[in-house]
Structure formats: structure tokens, C-alpha cells
């Protein structure tokens, strides 16, 4: 019943853009932390950014930093991932997690509990 949905991916020209969105179905994501994570073929998976459960933190890694944003409308319980000035490194399944939040857990890390199944983005001429 806890779904995250994954939308928002495709093709694209090196320094073209996209917004991918992350729906949740089944669950509030208010008390949730949400992070975009993505893989590359033969690559393992990297952390791409997060955003706490507030919006009050937000943590980016370095390749995407200044080229990416993310946002969350709790109104609408979900997350999105602006990006801009897209690459071909770019290219990747991108996905959706989700952890909880609470008192002794630490808000905006890497890491997931409930994953989407992921979207596409495809970066090339």
C-alpha cells in the first residue's frame, strides 16, 4: 500500500532540462525524509540529493550541485527534482526513497527505506 511513483524522465540535449516527480500513494510523506538517488549502467547506485522531512535541509552531491533543486509540496505529497544544464554523465535510472523521520534520526542522509521503481533520463545529442 506504501507506493512511490516515479514520473517526469526521458530524452533530453546535453544542457537541456527536466523535472522529475516522485508521488506518494498510500502514506503521507510529511513525516517522511525524500531522496533522489540514481544509477548508471555497469555503476553502482549514488545518492543525488534529499530533502528532510520540513524542507528545511537539503544536501546535494557535489557532480549535481548548482545544476539541480529539490522541492517537496507536502499539499500535494510530492517531491520534485529540477534539472538543469543536464550531461550525458547524467544519464541514469533515477529513483525515489523515502525514511522516516523522528527524534534521534538524522534528517537529509542518503539513504532509503521505500524506493520507487524509477524513471529514465537519457542525455545526448
Known amino acids: 500500500q506504501l507506493q512511490l511513483v516515479e514520473s517526469g524522465g526521458g530524452w533530453v540535449q546535453p544542457g537541456g532540462s527536466l523535472r522529475l516527480s516522485c508521488a506518494a500513494a498510500?502514506?503521507?510523506?510529511?513525516?517522511?525524509?525524500i531522496g533522489w538517488f540514481r544509477q548508471a549502467p555497469g555503476k553502482e547506485r549514488e545518492g543525488v540529493s534529499c530533502?528532510?522531512?520540513?524542507?528545511?535541509?537539503?544536501n546535494y552531491a557535489d557532480p549535481v550541485k548548482g545544476r539541480f533543486t529539490i522541492s517537496r509540496d507536502n499539499t500535494k505529497n510530492t517531491v520534485y527534482l529540477q534539472m538543469n544544464s543536464l550531461r550525458p554523465e547524467d544519464t541514469a535510472v533515477y529513483y525515489c526513497?523515502?525514511?522516516?523521520?523522528?527524534?534521534?534520526?538524522?534528517?537529509?542522509?542518503?539513504?532509503?527505506?521505500?524506493w520507487g521503481q524509477g524513471t529514465q533520463v537519457t542525455v545526448s545529442s
Open positions: 530533502v528532510s522531512g520540513r524542507g528545511g535541509i537539503t
Open positions: 498510500g502514506f503521507n510523506l510529511d513525516y517522511y525524509n
Open positions: 526513497a523515502v525514511y522516516r523521520t523522528g527524534l534521534l534520526v538524522r534528517p537529509c542522509d542518503f539513504r532509503g527505506d521505500y
